[in-house]
């Protein structure tokens, strides 16, 4: 193992740290539990009401969060001021690698398949699919809205695909409709697993219990989300007509889902999920072809498949393979990388050191995890995402300085992103380190059995607020686990449940409403969209934490690992 020596402390620090190490009390306030987790939520609720009500911009409510938990943690919790600054600092490193070296890896190979045109022809290539309105909505916003998901997140999946559905015929406020609900059972492992690597780093427990336990979870959201978004476009007649393809769809996107989180990558789970649920509609629509929902555009004369429309070119069988080449040399190198003898040597490749300065016990003694920084450099999403990028570059004919310049724009676009979640992660680091997630957990932990129904409602109220699935795991994730230990429910299960039901909050957040209703020209209408959207959050919500309270029971339990 690779391991990373760190620099010699400052004066400043030795002198912190001979004063002794910080020990962490969740009833520092007041010596009671219920005041200091009353507390504690000040930073929480900071955010939530700047978003929520005062519709500030996300960078500066999680700044201004962060300000807060660092108040909080001197001045209530007794934290060093040093010390709390030092758990800031290690949790906006712990944003900025892995996190956000993953999402701009990721999204610059999406911005060069842009770029390059190729993503133009994917786009036409799945809305040549089939010219039945309900199966375009499964294969586009479903689909390949799921694999943008896996590449991109952070609303590139709403946006685009509800201008692709326009292109194709849509409405314009079912297009945002449907893009919306769509992008619920993939967010979880989006983004190359952003989310499920941040909740399985702030939780403190292994990345493959957690996301093993999330890939059993979001599966069955999207068992009948394709049924939903059918129901939606065409009604009761719709899933009459049309039940196949969605069964199909979802069922394989579910068991791909499954079977890639949990065993073989975290990764690569809403790539293959994705692909594979397209392929299953497409393979089902060739045993049946006079099915009406597999009604294909007629070939237009010329070189190859047409476009979803007469005002596009003709793709040829060319352009199509270039288009899908990036996604095979993606799945290539990350199923490369999960090779038992390849992958033990990439593992041991790390960086693993103590932050500098950090010295915090936890209340029973013992150092705390927020102390200990670990980064696999090889083997992490975002180094990988550069390898298969490079490859990417070299066929399709991009140059190594557009590559770099591309590389360079989309740090630039992402650049209050980075700012957000950096201070997200620097916001529950504070948190965690100075004792005030504990306090809170422990006072939720009050609700007892009820806890595993209420999980993802916690889950799914911080992401209706944040917009992202990442912040609301950064910033619950622990307090899942304390409040599961407390209350005796399984911790892996808490936890995933957090993300699982954050998936349901993301269609009623203010940022994906705003991205749906600027790109289908409906500026203004967030709050027409939100009533269209709200019942199928919340109904799906209530089946959700009904199949998680049943997991944390024997009727239910064997279906976790």
Same mark, same amino acid.
């Given at each position: 193992?690779?391991?990373?020596?760190?620099p010699?402390?400052?004066s400043?620090?030795?002198?912190?740290?001979?004063?002794?190490?910080?020990?962490?009390?969740?009833?520092a306030?007041?010596?009671?539990?219920?005041?200091?987790?009353?507390v504690?939520m000040?930073?929480?609720?900071?955010?939530?009401?700047l978003?929520?009500?005062?519709?500030?911009?996300?960078?500066?409510?999680?700044?201004?969060?962060?300000?807060?938990?660092?108040?909080?943690?001197v001045?209530?919790?007794?934290?060093?001021?040093?010390?709390a600054?030092?758990?800031a600092?290690h949790g906006a490193?712990?944003?900025?690698?892995?996190?956000?070296?993953?999402v701009?890896?990721?999204?610059?190979?999406?911005?060069?398949?842009v770029?390059?045109?190729?993503?133009?022809?994917?786009? #036409?290539s799945?809305?040549?699919?089939?010219?039945?309105?309900?199966?375009?909505a499964i294969?586009?916003?479903?689909?390949?809205?799921?694999?943008?998901?896996?590449?991109?997140?952070?609303g590139?999946?709403?946006?685009?695909?509800?201008?692709?559905?326009? !292109?194709?015929?849509f409405?314009?406020?079912?297009?945002?409709?449907?893009a919306?609900?769509a992008?619920?059972a993939?967010?979880?492992f989006?983004?190359?697993?952003?989310?499920?690597?941040t909740?399985? #780093?702030?939780?403190?427990?292994?990345?493959?219990?957690?996301?093993?336990?999330?890939?059993?979870?979001?599966?069955?959201?999207?068992?009948?989300?394709?049924?939903?978004?059918?129901?939606?476009?065409?009604?009761v007649?719709?899933?009459?007509e049309?039940?196949?393809?969605a069964?199909?769809?979802?069922?394989?996107?579910?068991?791909?889902?499954?079977?890639?989180?949990?065993?073989?990558?975290?990764?690569?789970?809403?790539?293959?999920?994705?692909?594979?649920?397209?392929?299953?509609?497409?393979?089902?629509? #060739?045993?049946?072809?006079? !099915?009406?929902?597999?009604?294909?555009?007629?070939a237009?004369?010329?070189?190859?498949?047409?476009?979803?429309?007469?005002?596009?070119?003709?793709?040829?069988?060319?352009?199509?393979?270039?288009?899908?080449?990036?996604?095979?040399?993606?799945?290539?190198?990350?199923?490369l990388?999960?090779?038992?003898?390849?992958?033990?040597?990439?593992?041991?490749?790390?960086?693993?050191?103590?932050?500098p300065?950090m010295?915090v016990?936890?209340?029973?003694?013992?150092?705390?995890?927020?102390?200990?920084?670990?980064?696999?450099?090889?083997?992490?999403?975002?180094?990988?995402?550069v390898?298969?990028?490079?490859?990417?570059?070299?066929?399709?004919?991009?140059s190594?300085r557009r590559?770099?310049?591309?590389?360079?724009?989309?740090?630039?676009?992402?650049?209050?992103a980075?700012v957000?979640?950096?201070?997200?992660?620097?916001?529950?680091y504070?948190?965690n380190?100075?004792?005030?997630?504990?306090?809170?957990?422990?006072?939720?932990?009050?609700?007892?059995?009820?806890l595993?129904?209420?999980?993802?409602?916690?889950?799914w109220?911080?992401?209706?607020v944040?917009?992202?699935d990442?912040s609301?795991?950064?910033?619950?994730?622990?307090?899942q686990?304390? !409040?599961?230990?407390?209350?005796g429910?399984?911790?892996?299960?808490?936890?995933?449940a957090?993300?699982?039901?954050?998936?349901?909050?993301?269609?009623?957040?203010p940022q994906?409403?705003?991205i749906?209703?600027?790109?289908?020209?409906?500026?203004?209408q967030?709050?027409v969209?939100?009533?269209?959207?709200?019942g199928?959050?919340?109904g799906?919500?209530?089946?959700?934490?009904?199949?998680?309270?049943?997991?944390?029971?024997?009727v239910l339990?064997?279906?976790?690992?």
């Amino acid at each position: 193992m690779t391991k990373w020596s760190a620099p010699p402390l400052s004066s400043d620090t030795l002198t912190a740290l001979a004063q002794g190490p910080y020990q962490q009390d969740p009833e520092a306030v007041g010596g009671s539990l219920v005041t200091s987790a009353m507390v504690s939520m000040l930073p929480l609720a900071t955010v939530f009401v700047l978003l929520g009500v005062f519709r500030l911009k996300a960078q500066w409510a999680a700044l201004s969060g962060l300000a807060v938990a660092l108040v909080v943690a001197v001045a209530g919790f007794a934290m060093p001021a040093g010390q709390a600054l030092l758990a800031a600092s290690h949790g906006a490193f712990f944003g900025l690698f892995p996190i956000l070296w993953i999402v701009v890896n990721a999204l610059w190979v999406y911005n060069m398949t842009v770029s390059t045109g190729h993503f133009d022809v994917l786009r #036409r290539s799945f809305g040549a699919l089939s010219s039945d309105t309900r199966t375009q909505a499964i294969l586009v916003a479903f689909c390949f809205g799921g694999l943008l998901e896996a590449l991109a997140g952070f609303g590139a999946p709403v946006a685009i695909t509800a201008v692709m559905l326009i !292109a194709l015929g849509f409405d314009k406020l079912k297009a945002a409709v449907i893009a919306l609900v769509a992008n619920t059972a993939p967010v979880a492992f989006g983004a190359m697993g952003v989310p499920v690597i941040t909740l399985a #780093r702030v939780s403190g427990l292994p990345l493959d219990q957690v996301s093993s336990v999330v890939g059993r979870q979001t599966p069955l959201l999207a068992l009948f989300v394709p049924l939903v978004l059918v129901f939606i476009v065409d009604g009761v007649r719709g899933i009459r007509e049309a039940w196949q393809p969605a069964l199909a769809g979802g069922v394989v996107f579910a068991l791909g889902q499954f079977l890639t989180s949990n065993f073989v990558s975290v990764e690569l789970t809403d790539i293959v999920a994705s692909l594979a649920g397209a392929l299953a509609i497409v393979g089902l629509a #060739r045993l049946r072809p006079g !099915a009406a929902w597999a009604a294909r555009r007629p070939a237009r004369v010329g070189a190859g498949t047409a476009g979803p429309d007469d005002g596009e070119p003709a793709d040829t069988p060319r352009d199509i393979r270039l288009a899908y080449l990036p996604y095979v040399v993606i799945v290539a190198v990350f199923a490369l990388a999960q090779i038992p003898g390849l992958k033990g040597v990439l593992d041991s490749l790390k960086l693993a050191f103590d932050w500098p300065g950090m010295a915090v016990l936890d209340p029973q003694g013992e150092p705390h995890s927020s102390t200990a920084y670990t980064l696999t450099w090889v083997s992490t999403a975002g180094t990988l995402m550069v390898v298969a990028a490079v490859i990417i570059a070299a066929l399709l004919g991009v140059s190594a300085r557009r590559a770099l310049r591309i590389w360079g724009e989309t740090v630039h676009d992402l650049r209050w992103a980075i700012v957000t979640v950096t201070s997200v992660l620097a916001l529950a680091y504070v948190m965690n380190a100075s004792a005030q997630t504990t306090a809170i957990g422990l006072l939720i932990a009050g609700a007892g059995g009820a806890l595993a129904f209420l999980s993802p409602v916690l889950g799914w109220f911080a992401v209706a607020v944040t917009g992202s699935d990442t912040s609301a795991n950064a910033l619950f994730g622990s307090l899942q686990v304390t !409040a599961a230990n407390s209350a005796g429910l399984p911790p892996d299960l808490l936890a995933a449940a957090n993300s699982s039901g954050g998936v349901l909050g993301k269609m009623l957040s203010p940022q994906n409403l705003t991205i749906a209703c600027v790109a289908v020209k409906l500026e203004g209408q967030e709050g027409v969209l939100l009533r269209r959207v709200i019942g199928w959050s919340l109904g799906m919500l209530v089946v959700l934490s009904a199949i998680i309270a049943l997991q944390a029971t024997p009727v239910l339990g064997w279906m976790l690992p």
